[in-house]
């Protein structure tokens, strides 16, 4: 037998706790803000909207690990531990000496990470008393992890999907379904905001501002009904940490430790996910580990973005939140990967990145294409839009190590699968994908709108 | 912590052998005939269209146990072993005393079972010099795994895909297309099987019939040209006995054995691989497991069909072989499970069938939603279509249980997952599906045909 190939824990060595590294930040984001009164917001207050326990996590900024509720242990048990895979494949086909790593978020049923975050939520939802659940999603991998949440914990499902998305990729929408959730296209004339959106332009085909502003809407006018999200907020990525938690066990068992981590960047949820656990021991122990977030060029918030207050939504009902920021009402181009068309970046990601523990880049669409194609055809793996980004940082960081002649050992998040963005390979096959950059002056147009609220 | 949810081999614990049922069985089945001479064929006739190992294989009935080469085992690590799952979920929706386990070959990248023997193929083709395979799919799960096992062994390949499985699920094509294969719907204009296929009806919507028949003529005129087959064969069960041999250890972990063992069946290639290794030891140590094929009501060869030699493919070019059939121009309903959609039973399954060692049920096309809705509802994987036989099968056998107030362990090979069928969903949802069943006329007047050819 030759090498291993992959590591796995047994469900009895998967964890049983949430990182939170809120309660380890050298310095702490500053609070989120009333979208009316500006003035720093409680749990409580957040707690109209998401469940309390959310609510509460969001804030936490003292204890470092936080229990999973063991109900939400047994439907990780679904499909967790997720495999860490070493590419030797890319390796060879590269030529490079380093050493990469990913753990495979794409093995579990409903697609990617997000699953992970949608029964904690769901869970909470379902202890407090609530019904429904309403949230928004891009490429619909949030949306139908949330609709298997809902339904598996008993609620209803209401899910706003970014309309280019759903048009781009119509086989989310059916497996929402099929999972009993509601499913309409951002903006609709179902909620005030939408109508808004639509009036002043009727062809408006959504991001993740405006579908979060529907169904911000639809949870503050229905009873028993709260707004769950799938990325940007702190309990969010908390969730995730059980990612790089069992990479951490992981890596341990194939004898290594990551000298770089990588992982694509819509809000933060798989970034913070895989990189907090490791950023524990930058923070703590002194490690001197690199982490690298993904983004598109034509959506730049970390590598281009303002550091400034802004609302998480487009419609602007969100509580004002401190983040690097194209503004809320920047227009992403209409690239496939619909996860990561989002202006802003989660408040944590945001203090990290002004204090230097991490770093963005931005990579244009068609060379996340060729990462993914070539990811694909090596490692027999057909990798989600999103997550072809952190291929692309990936091959771009291993062919560094060639040229300068070093090992490396390099940890990426592949989030999750394309099988259902299928049309956008195609499209790549064909040679109608095209790269969409931005120029400054359009992002300086965005981000000064800003000042003129907060 | 609650029960465990999945049993999990490491790497080290994946079997190094497959399993050749050939050497055990107490009848062996007829030999295969030559289509011309209607003489028994040996190894080396075969050797001409396959590759010269698996025509080998084919025929080989003393060697029951047969050593996995090391590359194809180094392949099989980026995906096995496949979970062995309880299925708590289902039994408590169904509420059944049942033990219900199912086999998770979904979890791999390809999508099902299929690659497992597509590994083996393409690399004894390489081993043997061959540069080209051409090869038939239906729903697309063959055509899949053989595109990304030819890639990865660096052989070209070529792939008819059944036209109505083409038009219903396209993002199979392009997945194929991703792994490099060139991809054409059958019946094709490209081959002379094809443009007669046309000529009597310009409307044909194909079959996996009528692909074999397009692949065989691909492969045999061109050189260095290779036709691999995605089931029917014996090697092709031999290859996939990697699955019930792996789900024999692992209910050894659960500490059961399965009473029952289930599994779609369209030419037995998933059937065989779950289902062998747990008749050897029906066969040998008089173990008393019932075995279920689960085919569509819309194409029964196993519980309609006749015991007779027949073509495996529609033009009538593949040795005949001994095989429960409906007649090789038989023309299967347009159902979902494209690989269902085939006429004959494997040699192996088809003498196991004679010897009273195995049943099979027939299914309507609505109950097998019906099952994968709850399945998808309940354990969060949405299944192929095909494997949604394997389902209702099993939540028949289980509300049996429940009836007569006994328990059993039920095991059932899910044998890929639905994410490329989700139009069939939509439909299933939006109440647009139909049942297709057959008149014994009908059938009488395919099997009556075959009498005048041997």
Redesign the interface.
Known sequence: ??K???F?L???EIPTQWYNILADLPNKPLPPLHPGTKEPIGWEALAQIFPTECAKQELNTTDQWIDIP?EV??KY???RSTPL?RAY?LEKAIDTPAHIYFKNE??N???SHKINSALAQCYYCKQEGTTNVTTETGAGQWGAALA?AA??FGLEAAVYQVKISMQQK??RS??M????AAVTGSPSMSTRAGKDLLTIDPTHSGSLGTAISEALELASTTPHCKYVLGSVLNHVSLHQTIIGLEAEKQMAQAGEYPDTVIACFGGGSNFGGIAFPFLRHRILDGRNTEFIAAEPESCPKLTRGKFQYDFGDEAGYTPLLPMFTLGHQFKPANIHAGGLRYHGAGMIVSQLLKDGLMRGVDIPQIETFQAG?LF???????PAPESCHAIAATIREAKKCKEEGRGKVILFNLSG?G??D??A??QF?NGDLQNYSISDQEITDNVNQLEQII
Chains 1, 2 share one sequence.
């Open positions: 037998m030759t291993q190939k992959k796995i047994q469900e009895s063991e242990l047994d048990k679904f499909y895979v494949e794409s093995t049923p409903l697609g298997y339904k598996t119509p086989y059916s497996i379904r099929t999972f009993g194609m694909a055809q090596t490692e027999g793996i057909i699968h099988l259902i299928m049309s390979y195609d096959i």
